[in-house]
């Protein structure tokens, strides 16, 4: 890194809050840092000091209660959540989302909390949180409040957390446990690319949702939709709520097309 | 600051800069030059290590987040002189040609079947995507890991996926 | 030379020993010159162009002069050297005005990168924006903007190039075979289409890197990551005028070449900087921006093919335009355009051919040699038009193909006879063409597509090429036997990893007669100690530096018998030897070791007589021509090797997805010295091969900044991208002036897989592709007849794709 920056490393939650509250807007977080380091590298961000939250008391790993349901911690990398039983058992659709994203050692430093976090409209787990009704959990020195996922993200990048927050954990609701759903992502090659459309869908109780990536400033999360709707009509409603781009990537229209076909592909293959 | 950490089974205090990464520091600061820079920027492989158990990219982790903890590089993986298994199937199989991936590949390898003692080859492959290799076309990459958890033999070629 | 030695009783060549470096890449012992560092060693960093054509109105240095730590900077107006390999157009950094996003500007050597990182910033540049021409073919049109409009007075090779002053056009070759228009009056169908694909980039896994130190008096070490040392020496001495004996050039372990580290590119500027840094060494070290930018690519190319058939299917006549994008500097490309004209036209017999190839200046990044040499990139154009013309005349691609190949008694567009040692390149096709099943489906095919609603298509494509090289190509090697009996080899060819040093060690041990553990090839290169080679590029060193080796080893041995004979009373003709002594043949008792007779033979009362044994062989290419500059013809070719790829895909006819189930590979490569490194370069040139078809291509932006700068997007293929089935056929027609009969085989594997890709695509959906990346969108695309995207030089919006110039 050439940018000389400060490296803090707080061991409980109160040193970090304090740093947040101290420091805010010049501070970067640092979970899993696969995002965060490159972007310092590419002269992106300037943080004067970045923040190692992985040290902090309680952020580790991930737990399940039947209360609760699953809660996926700060500290909690893409691989520790592949490696869960309970999430490979009950909520088959977050791994398959966290199955596609980079590659082996990028998912063993990415964190789910950094991912959704950096907020990047191609986020593969974002797809699947918010077809699993998750909600985030935002923590400062003022305290912690939770943010139901369609509301977390506000645009390219950006999200509801300010300067002194930290995205401290994500619960997926026990009542989101045993719902089959299945992950459809683009790539221009067969190895590790980010997501050129991507598509999650959940069948739950009769209902179906839908999370798609790449395809709008944010991930976009369809409701409404149930299992006994004709494909056609939940394919409108994707259609509806995207607006994607092209860029040089793809354009618009296949990334439209692709939506359709992975749409109509995953109602077919999703069981429920 | 300081950071102590231990290295091929060998114990390390030193200075880093706060915004060195830990490719930089094995290669710099301690001259262990086996794990190369291939992009910096945690796409191509070239600069994986075993952090913790774990392999990932030397490039996207600071120097300062390795304090505590146990790092194996291409240095440790060879003993006494002796190459390793995978190294030996490496040889074997002609897995190695300009050699640049290598360091970062074996790793790979090693963490993979550690944690899956007989891989499938989509196992191999998705467990190696994140290597980039320019010349071998991965193909005899492949065949040694498959020799050397004895799903072929010596002289074994890979022909169907 | 070809030993008529039966395979039987070959012990070495033809077997499969491990590469002799392996062992010190697998334990990162072997040193590449990423790892070097130099006492009082300095980092240079380098002040880019953010524009593709600017004039440089002002560069202000005063901060960065200031910033402790930074030890010399340079601009294009401290430097008045003139560099180019073919035409003589490039400064060493930019000079008055840019011509390409990313092109060096200033230059900086600190004590750390990150001062050096850190003075870049703190240089400011005032640019004066200028048109810019992007396109090849826009730059082709009279009222173009000039890259070079001072390209009449560049000095070049006048015999071989013809650069049109008042142009952008950098060079123009010709062939002309027969009478073009007799011969399309001949033809019963002409078919006409046009096919283009986008630089690419090398992307070996170590960037290029230099390091240079510049003494005084003129003594100058360069350490770099090149494939050439005696052509950096040669072209670094001749820019700095420079006696050779000035300048020595080592090469340790190199990560990867594929023709993007053939020639010079930082030595120059990283030896400006020590030099004004007071003679420190100055190491630069390429990050993979600027290696996708800063440092060259592979020309894009745009081929217009008209080709006239007969009635019965043969091709009478054929016409051919390239024009390639070279891009802001000429480099390799005018001779990638002159090579590739003579080979344009495949391996198939055209009794009347026209070709006229142009090298087009524009202002993006520059071409230079990659892997193929322009192959890979007309055989997209060439093997999918060969496809059209029997899809037109209704014949099955197959038997269109075989009844055009050349065969023995052919003439190629240059009026080189064929003969049946040549290669077989029937034998290839036939081979893929079994290999995958052409012309049906199995019932098995058939079950799956039946079963998956994917069409299954199967698509062929031939490729051949010979040596792009002069004909005066020419290498020597130098034996040394040591005192303990074992053997040194020094060439001049380089190891990149394509495993020259193997099969070397392979050919000396058979022809000395030795276990191979007593002979080594050194891997480290160095202009001081090794012989001269041309260049380690155009698959010629197998066969050029392997016949001067026999030939070493003939002269070493000759040596050793001279004294043998002597200590032992006999003539060499009454000698024999094994991998330890000579003996008289009649009576092996009586001999003398190898070791005894290594660094001069003693006799028991003191008396010496002999000395070191040193063997030297050297070989040049034999027979070869220049090509008539009108006409195109002659004999440029050394050998050629020829091949085919035969692909399986299986495509979604809803979307465009697809995915190769199985590529078939055949070569004939004379003799396979090392069958496991052969089928290793030939699985590897094919995986790159894939690469260019699938994934790869520079894109830019209306301006011409590259968007594409870094693996974010622009990918290669990973472990995962492999076909599912892959099958690699050796064929074995020897040649005949081959060492044990090989030719070279390290581009071919490369060529080809696209248009086999592209010509199995159309059978499967009907989809006709002649553009390169091919794509699940543009596969949709071309299934719908829609129109296909310009990917090159894109007029979309760039959503999260940035332009960095890091």
């Known amino acids: ?272 | 600051m300081k950071i102590k950490l231990t290295i091929n089974g060998a114990a390390y205090e030193k200075d880093v800069a706060e915004n060195s990464t830990l490719l930089r520091f094995l290669r710099e600061d301690l001259g262990l030059t086996g794990t190369k820079e291939g992009c910096g920027a945690g796409e191509c492989g070239a600069c994986t290590v075993i952090l913790d158990g774990r392999t990932v990219n030397a490039c996207m982790v600071l120097a300062a987040e390795a304090d505590g903890a146990t790092v194996k590089t291409i240095e440790g993986e060879a003993r006494n002189g002796k190459l390793s298994d995978i190294q030996e199937a490496f040889d074997r199989h002609h897995a190695v040609q300009c050699g640049f991936c290598s360091s970062g590949m074996v790793l790979s390898v090693r963490e993979l079947i550690e944690r899956n003692p007989r891989p499938s080859v989509g196992e191999i492959k998705e467990g190696l995507e994140g290597n980039f290799c320019r010349c071998t076309g991965y193909t005899q990459i492949i065949e040694a890991v498959l020799d050397v958890t004895g799903q072929i033999d010596r002289k074994g070629e890979m022909t169907h996926a | ?806």
Not at chain 3, 28 to 48: C, F, H
Not at chain 3, 119 to 125: G, K, N, T, Y
Not at chain 3, 295 to 314: E, F, M, N, Q
Not at chain 3, 564 to 583: N, S, V
């Open chain 1, 1 to 272: 890194m050439i940018y000389n920056f400060k490296y803090l490393a707080p061991g409980t939650r109160g040193e970090l809050h304090a740093m947040l509250a101290d420091r805010g807007p010049a501070a970067a977080l640092l979970s899993g840092g696969t995002d965060l380091l490159v972007n310092i590298r590419n002269g992106v961000v300037r943080p004067e000091c970045v923040i190692n939250v992985k040290k902090v008391k309680g952020f580790e790993g991930i737990t399940w209660s039947a209360e609760e349901g699953l809660i996926i911690r700060a500290g909690c990398t893409i691989n520790d959540l592949l490696r869960d039983a309970r999430v490979r058992a009950d909520y088959p659709l977050l791994a398959a989302c966290a199955h596609d994203l980079a590659s082996y050692q990028i998912r063993n430093r990415a964190t789910v909390v950094g991912n959704v976090a950096n907020a990047s409209p191609c986020s593969d787990m974002a797809a699947a949180l918010l077809c699993l009704k998750a909600r985030a959990v935002i923590s400062s020195s003022r305290g912690e409040r939770e943010v139901a996922f369609p509301a977390f993200f506000k645009g390219v990048k950006k999200t509801v957390i300010l300067p002194d927050e930290i995205l401290e954990r994500i619960i997926v609701p026990a009542s989101s446990a045993g719902a089959p759903g299945d992950y459809r992502k683009l790539k221009r090659i067969s190895g590790h690319d980010l997501a050129i459309v991507g598509v999650a869908l959940l069948k739950q109780d009769g209902e179906i949702r839908l999370g798609i990536s790449s395809a709008a400033p944010t991930p976009v999360y369809v409701g409404g939709l149930k299992t006994s709707d004709p494909a056609d009509l939940v394919v409108a409603a994707a259609l509806e709520a995207v607006h994607p781009i092209s860029d040089v990537r793809c354009t618009r229209e296949y990334r439209e097309h692709m939506i359709q076909v992975y749409v109509r592909r995953l109602l077919e293959e999703v069981q429920g």
């Open chain 3, 1 to 806: 030379m070809l030993e008529h030695s039966d395979p039987s009783t070959l012990k070495h060549v033809g077997h499969s020993p491990e590469r002799q470096e392996a062992q010190a890449k697998l334990t990162g012992d072997a040193v590449y010159v990423s790892d070097m560092t130099l006492p009082g060693m300095l980092y240079a960093q380098i002040k880019k162009s953010p524009h593709a054509s600017a004039i440089i109105r002002g560069i202000d240095l005063s901060r960065a002069e200031k910033l402790p730590g930074v030890r010399a900077i340079l601009t294009g107006a401290d430097l008045d050297y003139r560099l180019g390999l073919y035409v003589v157009d490039k400064d060493i950094l930019a000079k008055g005005k840019v011509r390409h996003y990313g092109e060096a500007v200033v230059a900086v050597a600190a004590d750390t990168l990150a001062i050096a990182r850190q003075a870049v910033e703190l240089i400011e540049v005032d640019y004066e924006i200028t048109p810019a021409v992007l396109n090849h073919m826009d730059a082709v049109k009279a009222d173009a903007p000039l890259v070079h409009p001072d390209l009449g007075s560049y000095a070049t090779i006048p015999e071989v190039f013809s650069p049109q002053g008042g142009t952008n056009i950098a060079n123009l070759s010709k062939c002309r075979k027969g009478d073009i228009d007799k011969g399309f009056a001949e033809a019963a169908w002409i078919v006409e289409r046009e096919y283009t694909n986008p630089s690419v980039q090398h992307v070996p896994m170590e960037t290029h890197v230099a390091i240079v130190e510049w003494k005084t008096g003129d003594d100058i070490t360069i350490w770099t990551s090149a494939q050439s040392p005696f052509t950096v020496r040669g072209l670094f001495c001749y820019t700095f005028k420079l006696p050779l004996t000035k300048v020595r050039v080592i090469i340790p372990h190199v990560g990867g070449g594929f023709g993007g580290k053939a020639g010079i590119h930082m030595e120059p500027l990283v030896a400006c900087l020590s030099r004004k840094a007071g003679g420190r060494p100055v190491k630069f070290q390429a990050t993979r921006e600027e290696e996708f930018s800063l440092l060259p690519c592979r020309s894009a190319l745009t081929y217009k093919i008209k080709t006239g058939v007969r009635a019965d299917g043969r091709i009478c006549a054929q016409k051919m335009e390239m024009y390639w994008d070279a891009g802001a500097y000429a480099d390799y490309a005018v001779n990638v355009t002159r090579a590739s004209g003579y080979s344009a036209a495949g391996p198939y017999e055209i009794p009347n051919a026209w070709l006229d190839a142009y090298t087009v200046y524009t202002n993006k990044p520059y071409g230079t040699a990659y892997r193929g040499f322009g192959h890979v990139e007309f055989f997209w154009g060439l093997e999918r038009h060969m496809e059209l013309v029997a899809q037109t005349i209704g014949m099955d691609p197959l038997e269109f193909r075989r009844l055009n190949l050349l065969r023995p008694g052919s003439l190629t567009l240059t009026g080189e006879k064929i003969t049946e040692h040549t290669g077989n390149i029937r034998k290839c096709l036939d081979s893929v063409a079994a290999g995958i099943g052409y012309g049906e489906l199995t019932a098995a095919e058939l079950t799956r597509e039946r079963q998956t609603g994917l069409k299954i298509g199967k698509g062929l494509a031939t490729l051949h090429k010979a040596p792009a090289m002069p004909p005066f190509t020419a290498t020597a090697v130098i034996m040394k036997m040591n005192s303990d009996g074992t053997v040194l080899v020094n060439v001049g060819l380089t190891e990149i990893g394509q495993g020259s040093t193997t099969a070397f060690a392979q050919i000396a041990a058979e022809r000395l007669g030795f276990p191979m553990d007593k002979v080594t090839v050194t891997v480290e290169k160095d202009t001081d100690r090794d012989p001269y080679d041309w260049q380690t590029v155009a698959s010629k060193g197998l066969m050029l530096t392997g016949n001067a080796l026999i030939l070493a080893c003939e002269d070493l041995l000759r040596n050793a018998y001279e004294v043998a004979g002597q200590a032992l009373r006999a003539q060499p003709c009454d000698l024999e030897h094994d991998g330890e002594r000579i003996y008289i043949k009649h009576n092996h008792d009586k001999s003398v070791s190898f070791t005894q007779l290594s660094v001069g033979y003693c006799y028991p009362d003191g008396n010496a007589i002999g000395g070191p044994l040193i063997g030297v062989g050297r070989y040049v290419a034999q027979g070869l021509t220049n090509l008539d500059k009108a006409t195109g013809q002659g004999l440029p070719a050394l050998d050629w090797t020829y091949g085919a790829h035969g692909i399986i895909v299986e495509v979604n006819p809803a979307s465009g997805e697809f995915h190769l189930l199985k590529i078939c590979s055949a070569y004939d490569v004379g003799k396979a010295i090392n069958p496991d490194m052969v089928r290793g370069q030939c699985i590897g040139g094919m995986i790159q091969g894939l690469g260019t078809a699938l994934c790869e291509g520079y894109i830019y932006d209306q301006q011409g900044h590259l968007l594409n700068p870094s693996f974010t997007d622009n990918k290669i293929p990973t472990a995962r991208d492999l076909p599912d089935e892959i099958e690699c056929i050796i064929i074995e027609t020897p040649q005949l002036d081959g060492p044990f009969g090989a030719r070279g085989v390290g581009e071919h594997p490369m060529i080809a897989v696209a248009p086999a890709l592209g010509n199995a695509i159309r059978n499967a959906v009907g989809a006709e592709l002649t553009h390169m990346p091919i794509r699940a969108e543009d596969v949709w695309r071309a299934m719908g007849r829609k129109e296909p995207v310009e990917t090159w030089i894109t007029r979309t919006p760039t959503g999260s794709c940035r332009s960095v110039l890091l």
